[in-house]
Nanobody, 129 residues
Framework: QYQLVESGGGLVQPGGSLRLSCAASGFTLDNYAIGWFRQAPGKEREGVSCISPRAGRTNYIDSVKGRFTISRDNAKNTVYLQMNDLNPEDTAAYHC??????????????????????WGQGTQVTVSS
């Protein structure tokens, strides 16, 4: 009944940028930690970035630090992943995920897929010249 819908993927040249969106329906994201994950063909799923519910604490996988930025717009019930300076190794299906964390003492996020309960269908990002 709770749904997350990703958008913003597409084909981009190396060095280009994309902004992915993760829109929630059936619930509001105010008290949810949100994570972005990706999976390329022949590779395991990996956590890319996440953001905590209240303080907006963020984590990034090493390979995207300085290039990707996760942000939250509660008014739009949407979380974004701004991706700059893309390279072919960023090519993957990107999924967002959410977990309910309403308590201030648990205002955090982790890049582990088993931490999250709700998942979107994904959006494809292809970086190629």
């Amino acid at each position: 009944q709770y749904q997350l819908v990703e958008s913003g993927g597409g084909l981009v040249q190396p060095g280009g940028s994309l902004r992915l969106s993760c829109a929630a329906s059936g619930f509001t994201l105010d008290n949810y930690a949100i994570g972005w994950f990706r999976q390329a063909p022949g590779k395991e799923r990996e956590g890319v970035s996440c953001i905590s519910p209240r303080a907006g604490r963020t984590n990034y996988i090493d390979s995207v630090k300085g290039r990707f930025t996760i942000s939250r717009d509660n008014a739009k019930n949407t979380v974004y992943l701004q991706m700059n300076d893309l390279n072919p190794e960023d090519t993957a299906a990107y999924h967002c995920a959410a977990i309910f964390r309403p308590f201030p003492l648990e205002d955090m996020c982790i890049l582990a897929d088993n931490y999250y309960r709700y998942w979107g269908q994904g959006t494809q990002v292809t970086v190629s010249s």
